[in-house]
């Protein structure tokens, strides 16, 4: 795994309080020495009908949107300059958000994506597209999933390894996983790897972390073999524009 020198915090929500990514960001980012970069994907759908009523054009409506997020992301940024963290925002019309963020981090040169988990139980996650899981799948970077509040304190680390291939059957992996990252040995985070396999035997594998994600008691460290490549459009999307029916 390479150096650490920028984290790209995904912030869902900028209007909230500060989510719990931000703040284990923050630890990593003084720890490392390495610069904040705090991303909103902006990626609601846009009703246009209303605002082009009230004689208002696209691009306003978008600023409109997005300005407003810029000035919470800033916000929080100043908190964390104060502790001497360099930090920088950004919020883009994009979607969908795991997709944006993946574009984010690819833009700004991010070595890390630190995200929230999904709040609700990753059940066919792949199909669902639930945001953290399809980071996890196509992020060529490591990503942080958060799943704990508050701050690390003198953390544990729990590397989940597979050095032998002795664990073929991903159930059996799992289990070993949940075993060792019980509260018996206390770990803040747990560290896995994503294979870059295809065919059906890949996509099981690679489904060990939907497995064990809900069920881990701890935040999850994902990371990615050199080479790692997930075909994403790189161009962002804009925003997405509803058009109501004529009547």
Not at 42 to 58: F, M, N, Q, Y
Not at 65 to 84: D, H, S, T, V, Y
Not at 206 to 225: F, H, I, S, W, Y
Request: charged content about 30%; overall charge positive.
């Amino acid at each position: 795994m390479r150096r650490i020198r920028r984290i790209l915090v995904a912030v869902k929500d900028s209007a909230g309080n500060a989510p719990p990514a931000l703040g284990k960001a923050a630890q990593l980012a003084r720890a490392l020495a390495a610069e904040l970069v705090l991303f909103q994907a902006i990626d609601t759908p846009l009703s246009l009908e209303d605002h082009l009523a009230r004689g208002r054009g696209v691009t306003d409506i978008e600023r409109g949107k997005r300005e407003p997020c810029l000035a919470r992301l800033e916000r929080q940024a100043r908190r964390l300059r104060r502790l001497g963290i360099r930090v920088k925002v950004s919020a883009e019309w994009d979607y969908p958000a795991y997709e944006a963020i993946v574009r984010a981090a690819g833009r700004v040169g991010a070595d890390l994506i630190v995200a929230e988990r999904h709040p609700g139980r990753h059940v066919a996650a792949s199909f669902l597209h639930l945001t953290d899981w399809e980071l996890l799948r196509l992020a060529p970077l490591p990503v942080l999933l958060v799943k704990r509040r508050g701050l690390y304190r003198r953390p544990r680390v729990l590397a989940a390894v597979d050095p032998d291939r002795r664990y073929a059957k991903p159930v059996q992996l799992d289990r070993e996983i949940l075993e060792a990252s019980a509260p018996e040995t206390r770990s803040a985070v747990v560290v896995m790897g994503a294979l870059a396999r295809s065919g059906l035997r890949g996509f099981l594998i690679g489904n060990t972390a939907e497995r064990v994600l809900d069920q881990l008691p701890c935040d999850l460290l994902v990371v990615k073999p050199r080479g790692f490549r997930r075909e994403l459009p790189r161009r962002r999307r804009g925003a997405r524009h509803l058009s109501l029916p004529m009547t």
